[in-house]
């Protein structure tokens, strides 16, 4: 059986590439965005009363995994990039089918001038992503008293994030909160040692954020060395 599935609206982010974006949804509570639905499904009657939503579902394509083939087993990054398991028991974005769950913080709805526009917050989504349903976020059924994951019962620690002083984050709030709470994720590859040679490099909102890592008395730190516009 084939299957036709047709976008209904892509993503606006402030993720540029799949490198340093969050592997779950509501870790950077700084992350924004835009869902912009396309014709024929940019129609306000289309969204009317989930404007009442807190939050909601996002169903998606991995856009970037699909010339990819899928594995049966993967190396997830919360078992060190090492430990392998079956794909199903995973979120990894090289699946049979591309597809992809996201719950994120509905802020408001635009329906000027013809559009239709769901600005979002806390997404894990890269800028282009197709999206290919919209559901509201049901308190009483979607969160499950008990239910419980082995391999990842709670969020990964935060590390700690420092700017160099010739860098003035100080002036750009914003800026400032969306790179701590991204850095601070470790977005390195699970399986590199910590190498305060090495320069990591990610594009981010509508800047080129360069960062190394330090290591310190107890564990290690990012160092954020150069910030540059995109």
């Known amino acids: 059986m084939k299957i036709d599935i047709n976008p209904i609206a892509y993503v606006r982010s402030c993720y540029k590439e799949k490198f340093a974006t969050p592997r779950q949804p509501g ?19 289309a969204v009317e009363g989930l404007h009442e939503c807190s939050h909601i579902w996002l169903q998606f394509v991995f856009h970037q995994c699909l010339n990819q083939d899928w594995k049966a087993k993967v190396r997830p990054p919360r078992l060190g990039g090492n430990k392998k398991m079956g794909v199903f028991a995973t979120r990894a974005t090289h699946r049979p089918n591309a597809l992809g769950l996201s719950v994120v913080k509905l802020d408001k709805i635009d329906t000027n001038h013809g559009a239709v526009i769901l600005h979002v917050s806390g997404l894990d989504l890269i800028d282009g992503t197709p999206i290919l349903d919209i559901k509201p976020y049901i308190p009483y059924s979607d969160c499950i008293e008990g239910a419980h994951y082995p391999f990842a019962q ?7 994030v420092m700017f160099d002083d010739a860098l003035n984050i100080e002036k750009e709030p914003k800026l400032h909160d969306l790179l701590v709470q991204v850095l601070s994720q470790d977005p390195k590859p699970a399986f590199h040692k910590i190498d305060s040679q090495r320069i990591y490099g990610a594009h981010l909102a ?7 890592y330090e290591t310190t008395q107890n564990s290690y730190r990012i160092r954020v060395i150069q910030i540059d516009p995109a």
């Open 206 to 212: 509508d800047f080129n954020v360069q960062w190394v």
């Open 154 to 160: 709670q969020a990964p620690s935060a590390i700690e």
């Open 27 to 45: 870790l950077v509570p700084a992350a924004q965005g835009e869902i912009e639905l396309i014709a024929p499904y940019n129609d306000p009657l």
